[in-house]
């Protein structure tokens, strides 16, 4: 079992920043794929980026350059640095895991943290 609680979201000003973390629970975290998702009102959850147990990483065309993910397996935590903001990265993030190996598909996650909300204002 994973319990995840995500922390750091807030409204920011277009082209401002914030960095969202995710506190993870359990003693095999590093065993996990970790992945960031976000979903705007209306809209289907979508993939933003992800990490693997040793730290490769992926992310969405639509925030390359812009966002990104980290981890720190000693305290079981992972990040979100989100950089330039636009008004359409307005949404929900949840931060999500996963045994092995990364996916970009939500339904491939089983643990999911509340989410935490992200306004950027134009």
């Known amino acids: 079992q994973v319990q995840l609680v995500e922390s750091g979201g807030g409204l920011v000003q277009a082209g401002g920043s914030l960095r969202l973390s995710c506190a993870a629970s359990?003693?095999?975290?590093?065993?996990?794929?970790m992945g960031w998702f976000r979903q705007a009102p209306g809209k289907e959850r979508e993939f933003v980026a992800a990490?693997?147990?040793?730290?490769?990483?992926y992310y969405a065309d639509s925030v390359k350059g812009r966002f990104t993910i980290s981890r720190d397996n000693a305290k079981n935590t992972v990040r979100l640095q989100m950089n330039s903001l636009k008004p359409e990265d307005t949404a929900v993030y949840y931060c999500?895991?996963?045994?092995?190996?990364?996916?970009?598909?939500?339904?491939?996650?089983?643990?999911w943290g509340q989410g935490t909300q992200v306004t950027v204002s134009s």
């Open positions: 359990g003693r095999t975290f590093s065993s996990y794929a």
């Open positions: 999500a895991a996963k045994a092995l190996v990364v996916a970009f598909i939500a339904p491939a996650y089983g643990y």
């Open positions: 990490i693997s147990g040793g730290s490769n990483t």
